[in-house]
């Protein structure tokens, strides 16, 4: 199981704070040598708690920093349902592997 943020949609400016993270939009995706499953989906964060001091600057958030939010937002028992349906739709011979994209020039 592979976790990933794929966007993150921010406010300019917060309590003098620039860029701060409102939304993050996720892909969790498993796959084998012949099936690929994935799971999109997105959680909005509470902007209220930020403050100066715990503060991650937009251009310093990791993906590890990124989906440890995620993770705490969902709470473990979704993570572990989410990572449970994604293994369940790759078991389930479900077509062979596809992927998503969009031209760079877009």
């Known amino acids: 199981?592979?976790?990933?943020?794929?966007?993150?949609?921010?406010?300019?400016?917060?309590?003098?704070?620039?860029?701060?993270?409102?939304?993050?939009?996720?892909?969790?995706?498993?796959?084998?040598?012949?099936?690929?499953?994935?799971?999109?989906?997105?959680?909005?964060?509470?902007?209220?708690?930020?403050?100066?001091?715990?503060?991650?600057?937009?251009?310093?958030?990791s993906q590890e920093t990124a989906i440890g939010w995620l993770h705490h937002k969902l709470g473990a028992n979704t993570v572990k349902e989410i990572e449970d349906g994604v293994l369940r739709n790759l078991h389930s011979n479900r077509p062979a592997k596809t992927k998503h994209a969009v031209p760079l020039r877009w």
Do not use: C, H, Q
């Open 1 to 61: 199981i592979k976790w990933k943020i794929i966007n993150l949609e921010y406010l300019e400016e917060k309590d003098d704070l620039k860029k701060v993270v409102t939304k993050l939009f996720y892909v969790v995706e498993a796959e084998n040598t012949l099936y690929s499953a994935s799971d999109y989906g997105w959680v909005s964060l509470d902007t209220e708690e930020v403050d100066a001091e715990s503060f991650v600057s937009f251009d310093r958030i």
